[in-house]
């Protein structure tokens, strides 16, 4: 099966007009184009949301900063949050997953190419929406507008008497297209999974990647239509006098709160699962030993993803619920931890007894393990709801979600940059390069997000554009603001390392970590075909058994 | 309220680290501030009030189950880590093949089911020790109207209406004389949140929230909105003076009196009156009655001005006049556009005041 391919095209291509090249780019319905497209897109974003977050973050260096106006500092916190949740990571993991479930299934496309392609325009064209507010939300006198409403856009700050102008709608209409473009690839990704796979891989052989994408799909379009229902009331609030948040005319501000949490909080586990994905893929191989307990990985996500869909209230400990429904979304957010919990140990047993190599993509999850432990263990304290009433809405909660979102999701991706970016390429990345960014990178995280629970336990709000001295928070926040320097670097390591492994990286070959899944048995990069004749497999770990036939695995499954 | 909950026994056990962990984020919170400001730190683990004080007690228990959890799992992660690294001599060999065990899975699922179970319950009854206390004779009511941006504090037993400065009596615990406060807001979603004092809720329009506090020490403690609404969220700040049972009720003598009335500003008083100024402030006894900005009566009783963010001065006070947003920008405050001769005459009004 690995000798199989034929090298064709890459060479033809290459000598025809740039005009052309990108034509191609721009009709493609090949997913493992529309996967790095996905993924160019979203690290264009990544840059930009990472620049609204250095103003911040300089804003509040020292007490009483006069860096940007409190006007300035509202939009750069909104468009943050919005721009990071979805034109950042939701898209890159996509990228991803569209880029590596039919290769890890062993099929030649995703079930709905052409659907495919319009999910990756839409969310493209909603990510331009969001930011046309820059230059037309006010009209051009207004330029330099943008939503400053927060990214859960609570009401009635969205309501027309709040907010004037256009910022919001661009705002709703971008959230609106973008969403619909997730929920097609949702469906995509779940017809992909449940249809296409490769004869032999029956759902108990599926790489882990491709179940717990099977997951997230589910739960995208479990989550994510809420939230679009929620967009189009605000717009019929706005423009057609509706009155469902209007809470000047009786609607409900509370409503809000829960449509959107409904959406958020399964969000979060959206954003997670796939990182999880990416770390069982690449702990076994770079253990040189096969995931764990399978099943009870496999068991613990789909408990997660229906445990997940009860908790959303856990954001709204301080609207004011009863005792009852406080201690009811307590116990269901603590309960989240078990299944979490197992998996976080499931790692650590497959990595216990094998050997482990530091490559780059390795020392990304380690990274992920450490710190999504701590994320949990902080997300516990938070749900004990009355811990919540002093924890909620401060530096801390700012700093347990980014200890999720960057410590946890970003490390397993940018550990996935490295692994599969020798498949995508064909080139090897620089391991120095790769080191230099992940020591950086990880100083620049512990700095900024370990010191930014200080301030949160001192009595500081998230989203105050500048605060008085005297409070204790000055050193925390100027810690806060080092470390994202440091950060900063580290990006500009990964990018040059991207840029310069992309022209001048030695030739991957088409298995450089000596892998076990079917991504790794056709060339680097693979054809549009994906593979010459479709895989046959007969266990988790088709490669394995080529490679041992003396010990394969489904001996043993 | 019921006396103060026992210790749970489980806090008793893992006492040492809980004191451990708390001693160090007490340290680290407190090392780098000056020391005679550190009174003014708003700092969730130096609770002053029953409601506050439970939080306290129990993120003790929540600190010690995670921190031990946190050990003991990193210690694991470390083991591996350095243990099962990849030698230097390595004969190139894959190391034996584990495919998982169902008696490993079993204890890492049913141990943590225990303990989520013990948190929740220690969790349930603290829940419901603040949330459904009931109201002891000698409460003190208030209402609190939040607006962008500042805080509106009406006394209806005591017929006194205040802004941003919240007087409270001390409540010793033989006598309780808690203030249980309804929330309600004007416009946008607002929180209260005095961290020393009792954990967040939040005011939001078209609903009625209530939270309590009975502090135990007088003095000033500070907080701020802690939920976004709007362009000034940050200087919605909060100060709830904790007063002496005889202060307090002296307070309360003084802020019923009607407004002051000196002869030597008349002049400030008829421009203040002739003037947009009354559309949104009241003063009592004078023509005027509006409510979208604080009331006024007794605004030099007041230390601070737009919700606690400059200091009542002269100085302030003209400013904020002539330009709110030099002080605050984006109050909803409008620039009065007064010459220097009528701004001095209101200022020297407003300083009569009380």
């Known amino acids: 099966m690995a000798s199989e391919t034929i090298a064709l095209g890459v060479v033809d291509q290459d000598r025809r007009p740039i005009s052309e090249r990108l034509h191609d780019w721009v009709v493609t319905v090949d997913h493992k184009k529309l996967g790095i497209l996905y993924i160019l897109y979203a690290l264009l974003f990544l840059v930009i949301g990472g620049i609204e977050a250095t103003i911040m973050r300089i804003q509040l260096i020292v007490p009483n900063n006069h860096f940007v106006s409190p006007e300035v500092f509202n939009r750069m916190f909104t468009m943050h949050g919005t721009t990071m949740i979805f034109f950042v990571v939701m898209p890159i993991l996509f990228g991803f997953g569209t880029y590596l479930v039919p290769l890890m299934i062993g099929t030649r496309d995703m079930a709905f190419p052409r659907l495919n392609a319009l999910s990756f325009w839409l969310t493209a064209f909603g990510g331009l929406l969001l930011y046309y507010s820059f230059i037309g939300g006010n009209g051009l006198y207004g330029a330099g507008n943008a939503p400053d409403v927060g990214w859960f856009a609570y009401a009635p700050l969205t309501s027309r008497a709040f907010s004037r102008g256009h910022s919001t709608d661009f705002w709703t209409l971008g959230l609106l297209v973008s969403g619909i473009g997730t929920i097609g690839t949702a469906v995509n990704f779940i017809t992909t999974i449940l249809c296409m796979r490769c004869p032999g891989m029956t759902l108990g052989k599926m790489p882990l990647l491709a179940w717990l994408n099977l997951v997230m799909a589910g739960m995208v379009i479990l989550a994510v239509s809420p939230l679009t229902a929620a967009q189009i009331m605000l717009s019929i609030d706005r423009y057609t006098g509706g009155h469902f948040f209007d809470t000047q005319a009786g609607g409900s501000a509370v409503l809000w709160m829960h449509f959107f949490w409904i959406f958020g909080h399964p969000e979060v586990y959206v954003l997670v699962i796939p990182a999880f994905a990416f770390a069982s893929e690449i702990i076994p191989v770079f253990s040189r030993k096969p995931i764990f307990g399978y099943p009870v990985m496999v068991a613990a996500t789909v408990c997660i993803g229906f445990v997940s869909l009860s908790v959303w209230a856990h954001h709204m400990f301080t609207v004011g619920m009863s005792s009852y429904a406080n201690s009811f979304f307590t116990i269901t957010t603590m309960a989240v931890g078990v299944p979490t919990g197992i998996k976080i140990f499931n790692w650590i047993g497959t990595m216990w007894g094998g050997k482990i190599q530091f490559r780059a993509p390795m020392l990304f999850c380690i990274g992920f393990l450490f710190q999504f432990l701590i994320a949990g263990l902080t997300g516990i304290m938070l749900a004990a709801s009355p811990f919540n009433w002093q924890l909620g809405n401060s530096y801390f909660v700012v700093a347990h979600f980014h200890y999720v979102i960057v410590g946890g999701i970003l490390f397993t991706l940018f550990g996935a940059f490295y692994y599969w970016f020798p498949k995508m390429s064909g080139r090897m990345y620089s391991e120095t390069l790769a080191k230099w960014h992940f020591w950086l990178f990880l100083i620049g995280f512990h700095l900024t997000f370990d010191f930014m629970h200080i301030p949160g336990m001192l009595g500081m709000p998230r989203r105050i554009y500048t605060y008085e001295p005297g409070r204790g928070w000055d050193i925390w926040n100027l810690i806060v603001t080092i470390g994202v320097f440091f950060q900063i670097a580290g990006v500009v390591v990964f990018v040059g390392n991207l840029l310069w492994s992309l022209c001048k990286g030695e030739t991957a070959g088409g298995d450089p970590w000596d892998a076990w899944t079917l991504e790794w048995s056709t060339t680097s990069p693979p054809p549009e075909y994906n593979f010459a004749t479709i895989p046959v497999v007969e266990s988790r770990r088709p490669l394995w058994d080529i490679k041992h036939p003396e010990d394969p695995d489904w001996k043993y499954e | ?354």
């Open chain 2, 1 to 354: 309220m019921k006396g103060k909950d026992k210790v749970p026994g489980m806090t008793r056990k893992l006492a040492p680290l809980a004191l451990l962990i708390a001693g160090f984020l007490l340290v680290a919170s407190l090392c780098f501030g000056a020391p005679e400001s550190r009174a003014q730190i708003p700092n969730i683990f130096r609770p002053e009030s029953t409601p506050a004080d439970s939080i306290f007690r129990l993120s003790l228990l929540v600190l010690a189950v995670t921190g031990l959890i946190f050990l003991i799992v990193f210690g694991l992660l470390v083991y591996s880590v350095v243990k099962y690294r990849r030698r230097g001599a390595d004969d190139g060999r894959e190391p034996p093949q584990v495919y998982g065990s169902n008696q490993v899975e079993l204890a890492w699922t049913v141990i943590p089911v225990l303990i989520v179970l013990v948190l929740f319950l220690a969790t349930a009854r603290v829940i419901h020790s603040i949330q459904d206390a009931p109201e002891p004779r000698g409460t003190i009511r208030v209402i609190a109207i939040g607006h962008q941006f500042w805080w509106e504090f009406r006394y209806p037993a005591l017929g006194v209406v205040t802004a941003n400065e919240l007087h409270v009596p001390v409540s010793d615990p033989s006598h309780p004389s808690p203030t249980f406060l309804t929330l309600l807001s004007a416009d946008t979603d607002h929180s209260f949140w005095v961290p020393r004092l009792a954990g967040k809720t939040d005011l939001i329009p078209n609903r009625v929230n209530h939270t309590w506090i009975d502090p135990h020490e007088t003095g000033l403690y500070l907080g701020q909105c802690a939920q976004y609404c709007g362009t000034q969220h940050a200087k919605m700040l909060l100060r709830v003076y904790v007063d002496s049972q005889e202060q307090f009720e002296e307070w309360i003598e003084k802020q019923r009196m009607p407004a002051a009335t000196d002869s030597g500003a008349e002049e400030g008083r008829r421009i203040f009156e002739s003037t947009a100024c009354v559309n949104c402030h009241a003063v009592s006894g004078a023509v005027t009655d509006g409510r979208f900005g604080p009331d006024l009566t007794h605004l030099m009783s007041r230390n601070t001005i737009a919700s606690g963010a400059a200091p009542n001065t002269r100085e302030n006070l003209r400013t904020w006049i002539r330009n709110p947003d030099a002080i605050k920008p984006g109050s909803l405050m409008p620039a009065m556009q007064l010459n220097d001769h009528d701004l001095d005459a209101v200022t020297a009004y407003l300083e009569t005041l009380r």
